[in-house]
């Protein structure tokens, strides 16, 4: 059993969710006026709810209650939808660059043995 691939995932997972946690704390941080600790709180509780395996489009239900727990802090709703938005759209960007990625330099190789075989 080969413990180093897994150390390897273990840590990319670490720093995925430390960049996750970050990501809202920076944009909570500058526009309310709530301390790090607190912002940091209700980031690690939200991080804890992505163990529930829904999501619609991308929206995870930690989304949601990020949202939910700004308003125990009195930030405004629609700050928390409007930060919990640029996080998202930030997802989906960092996807589509690795798709395109993936497409450039392995799949358009793979398209063509496809179209290929399928000719033949």
């Known amino acids: 059993f080969d413990v180093k691939p897994l150390m390897i995932a273990a840590l990319l997972s670490l720093v995925g969710h430390m960049i996750y946690a970050s990501a809202y704390a920076v944009l909570f941080l500058s526009l309310t006026d709530a301390t790090p600790v607190q912002v940091m ?41 409007a930060v919990v938005a640029v996080v998202l759209s930030s997802r989906y960007v960092f996807a589509m660059i690795g798709f395109a990625w993936e497409l450039m330099t392995d799949g358009l190789g793979f398209l063509a043995n496809v179209s290929r075989k399928s000719a033949a």
């Open 41 to 81: 709180a209700i980031t690690l509780l939200a991080l804890l709810t992505r163990s529930i395996p829904v999501s619609f489009l991308g929206v995870e239900v930690s989304d949601g209650s990020l949202v939910v727990l700004g308003q125990l802090l009195n930030i405004d709703p629609t700050l928390s939808l």
